[in-house]
Every structure is written in structure tokens, then in C-alpha cells.
């Protein structure tokens, strides 16, 4: 099927076997993730261009890219007692070690990055009344 564009006739399937050949050639030399991400920035691209009026159609959004499933993470986990080692080697006798201690335990315990963790204010913090403790 032929449509008629600003810039002539377009071929749609003709656009789309072009950029599937194109990500199978990728496909070849890269890593799924990265491929993916190379279709993901084509789709944009032809998405704004479809937007612009300079093409009639966007041929890379009916291209599927290479399957890939992540089954674990890469982030390394803390166990209790290796997190209890952690928070117990930090000198608490100065400010800082208070600081650093403080900022630790709160990423450990809430799963949180350091970006999170110095963002954070009083306000943000919600304590939880459990009848457990002092």
C-alpha cells in the first residue's frame, strides 16, 4: 500500500521491512537491551517527524524488538546480619558518624538511594507507634 506524503510515495511496508532488517542487523552485533533502546530512540524519532508533517507515517512502530527478560537483578542485596555489621562499624561518637549511621540504616532498611536519602526532610519521615521498645 502506497501512501502519498509531503515528500512523495512512501512505501509502509517497504519502510518497516527496512527498519526490522536494520534492527536484526543490530540485533547480530549488539546486546538485546542495547538494540532495544536503539529501537526505542527510532520510534521517538520517527514519532516527531510524524508530528512535524515531515513523514506520513511512523514505519519503526510496528517493529518488535529482540525479547529479553531480566530474571534477576544486578544490585547486590544486605542480608540482616551483614546490614547489623555494616550500621554497628560506624563510630557514633561524632556528629558525622551520627550523620553517616543515620543515612546508612535509612537506605538499608527503606531500600532507598543516596539521591532519595539527602533529599528527604523532617516532614518526610513517618513514625510508626508499635508499643515495642522505650
Known amino acids: 500500500m502506497l501512501v502519498r506524503g509531503?515528500?512523495?510515495?512512501?512505501?509502509?511496508?517497504?519502510?518497516?521491512?527496512?527498519?526490522?532488517?536494520?534492527i536484526e542487523l543490530q540485533t547480530q552485533a549488539r546486546s538485546a537491551p542495547t538494540v532495544k533502546q536503539q529501537l526505542a530512540a527510532i520510534r521517538h524519532l520517527f514519532d516527531w517527524l510524524v508530528m512535524g508533517q515531515v513523514v506520513p507515517l511512523n514505519p519503526a512502530a510496528s517493529v518488535r524488538g529482540p525479547a529479553h527478560s531480566v530474571r534477576k537483578?544486578?544490585?547486590?542485596?544486605?542480608?540482616?546480619a551483614e546490614a547489623r555489621t555494616l550500621l554497628d562499624s560506624i563510630d557514633i561518637s561524632t556528629p558525622i558518624g551520627l550523620r553517616d549511621r543515620a543515612l546508612i540504616a535509612l537506605m538499608v532498611y527503606s531500600f532507598g538511594r543516596i539521591g532519595a536519602a539527602l533529599a528527604m526532610k523532617v516532614e518526610d519521615v513517618f513514625v510508626v507507634e508499635t508499643g515495642h521498645g522505650p
Request: hydrophobic share 50%; charged share 25%.
Open 6 to 22: 509531503a515528500r512523495g510515495a512512501v512505501d509502509r511496508r517497504g519502510a518497516a521491512a527496512a527498519v526490522a532488517a536494520w
Open 73 to 80: 537483578g544486578k544490585t547486590p542485596v544486605l542480608d540482616p
